[in-house]
């Protein structure tokens, strides 16, 4: 397993990653909105069905990616396998921050942004929903992505058999109260509490010999 301190960007991977695939998912949505230059019920619904099931598939691959790229670079191995089977079960859970399962709150924001179509009447109201949308969506990405990247810091230390860990924080101005409190603190690793405590939460657990 690799050494993992205070100055280890373990979200270098996943930020890479996730600018790449922001840029998939924006041109989608722009190709959405292209689409409906008016409107109408049934074109609508297929166009954001078709957008949905697109910007979900990118996603999902992204978040794959993520996961077997940071396990390969922090357990120093490559396991395919193990990681696609882990994952389903991930997606399978409630988010830790949200509390949605990723496929249910994929369906809820399909369907929130056909209501919100459904109630507007021109092209740049239609722009704005699709946009707030989009926002919706990124934010929700870059959450998960940051979940993938701590729920797979936490396999390999309990693969590794890791006792001890402490918590630190990003040492930045943007470092919330409740997580700053907690920095430098050691916990027995099945003890610990799990980041992340909030959205974009940068917190980490780095394993620790206990003096």
Known sequence: MRTITRKTDVFAIRDKIVR????????????????????DEVNALSAVNACYEEVISMTVEALKLTAK???????EDDDDF??????????????????YKFYDEADRKRSRLFEALESVSTRAERKKQIDIALRYWTKQFEQTADDVVEA?????????????????????ARVCIDCAVKDGKIYPFDKAPLPPMHYNCRCR????LKK
């Open 20 to 39: 790449i695939y922001l840029r998939k998912i924006l041109r989608r949505f722009k190709r959405l909105n292209n689409s409906l230059m008016a409107f």
């Open 82 to 99: 193990f990681v696609d089977l882990w994952l389903l079960g991930f997606f399978d859970v409630p988010d830790p921050v949200t509390h």
């Open 152 to 172: 797979v810091i936490h396999e390999v230390y309990q693969r590794n058999g890791v006792e001890y860990v402490m918590w630190v924080t990003a040492h930045d």
């Open 205 to 208: 657990l780095i394993p620790v």
């Open 69 to 75: 790229r940071t396990y390969k670079w922090l357990n």
